[in-house]
Structures are given as C-alpha cells and as structure tokens.
C-alpha cells in the first residue's frame, strides 16, 4: 500500500507564492507518473500539472508559466512551486501517482492540502 503524504499548504496573498510538497511511501515513485490536481468548492477536481520519471512534465494552461513541477526520486517527493497566485487558484490540492503506461494499474491519492489565495 502507497500512503502519499501532502505538505505546504496555507494562505497567502494574491501575487504571492507557496511551495506544496508530496512524499510517497512505498518503493514504486521511481516509476510512477505523479500529478497535482485541485478541486475548488462545487467544482470538478481538475489537473494542475504531472510529471513522469523521465523529467517531462505537462500543466493546465490556467497555471502554465506561474507553477512549476519537480521531483526528487531520492526523496520519494514531488514539489508543486506555485508563483504569482490568484484567487481563482484556492482549492484543495491533491497529490496522485499512478501507473506508466505498460505496468499493471495503480491509482493512489493523498489526503488534500488546502490553498487559500485572498485578493
């Protein structure tokens, strides 16, 4: 069982930053595809940004240019640096690994760290 494990949630002001992290127990984060997605009061939870082992990352286009995803296999972590923040950027942000393509499936989520962005 993969118990992930969020941190570096918080309120901030609008144009400020914060830094989420997200540590994996369990020995299958090298492998994973690992995402950050958030959900905002009455919304869909929604993607934020994924990066796979090889380094390459995707991310929505409300966040592209202002949040930035990394990881660090020797930390079983994954990092969420969110820059410039909106209001429109409060949510419940959780952290996902999940299979690569080609090994049997697995879906794994964290608990939620909330962020709160006042104008």
């Known amino acids: 069982q993969v118990q992930l494990v969020e941190s570096g949630g918080g309120m901030v002001q609008a144009g400020g930053s914060l830094r989420l992290s997200c540590t994996a127990s369990g020995n299958i984060f090298r492998i994973s595809a690992m995402g950050w997605y958030r959900q905002a009061p009455g919304k869909q939870r929604e993607l934020v940004a994924t990066i796979v082992s090889s380094g390459a990352t995707n991310y929505a286009d409300s966040v592209r240019g202002r949040f930035t995803i990394s990881r660090d296999n020797a930390k079983n972590t994954v990092y969420l640096q969110m820059n410039s923040l909106k209001p429109e950027d409060t949510a419940v942000y959780y952290c996902?690994?999940?299979?690569?393509?080609?090994?049997?499936?697995?879906?794994?989520w964290g608990q939620g760290t909330q962020v709160t962005v006042s104008s």
């Open positions: 996902n690994a999940h299979n690569p393509v080609g090994f049997p499936t697995y879906d794994y």
